[in-house]
């Protein structure tokens, strides 16, 4: 199922006899592997999101663990999220969902869960070991960071835009100064 997995299907209508075919397996091999179109999309999301953030995710603990500087913490983890989700193939799939979650939920779970919600736990602990911070709520103060970071880049791409490397780099930095600054312990 590999061919499947590494190549995000173009359209939602697709078959399973379609995806059989294109995986080069039998349509019974796709029906015993998932048990819906839409568990093997769920699949595809894991899958394109592993790929995309996986090697950030790991970064991001072992730095969490390893390094007192939560600014250089945030601004390797922002880069790493921002050069991960703004793959084109995954800002493609990442619209295909958006699109298909009022009839697929599941889609908007296996993203957010595979996506943004997997960095939360180290994120959270990592922000709320931080001496010099005073995060009364946590999960308003990680919705935020991404916000800072990252969704411009979501957003923009919406419209077919890709924000320029220097920009980029501008939004990290200022984006982790503006969260720290705001949350720096008085």
Do not use: C
Not at 82 to 92: E, F, P, S, T, Y
Not at 130 to 139: G, H, M, R
């Amino acid at each position: 199922m590999e061919v499947v997995h590494g190549r995000p299907l173009r359209r939602v209508g697709v078959t399973r006899t379609e995806i059989a075919a294109q995986a080069g397996v039998s349509k019974m091999t796709v029906y015993n592997h998932f048990g819906s179109k839409e568990d093997l999309f769920a699949d595809v999301i894991g899958d394109a999101l592993e790929q995309a953030l996986g090697a950030t995710a790991e970064e991001t603990s072992r730095q969490l663990e390893a390094d007192d500087d939560i600014r250089e913490v945030l601004i390797a983890t922002a880069r790493g999220w921002v050069r991960g989700i703004a793959q084109d193939d995954v800002l493609r799939l990442r619209t295909l969902i958006a699109a298909e979650t009022r009839r697929f939920p599941s889609l908007g779970r296996a993203w957010r869960e595979q996506g943004p919600e997997r960095f939360a736990e180290p994120l959270g602990a990592a922000l709320h070991a931080a001496p010099d911070l005073e995060i009364p709520d946590l999960e308003v103060a990680i919705i935020q960071f991404y916000a800072l970071v990252l969704y411009p880049h979501v957003v923009h791409s919406t419209y077919g835009d890709r924000l320029p490397p220097d920009l980029t780099e501008r939004l990290i930095e200022r984006g982790v100064d503006m969260f720290l600054a705001y949350y720096r312990a008085s």
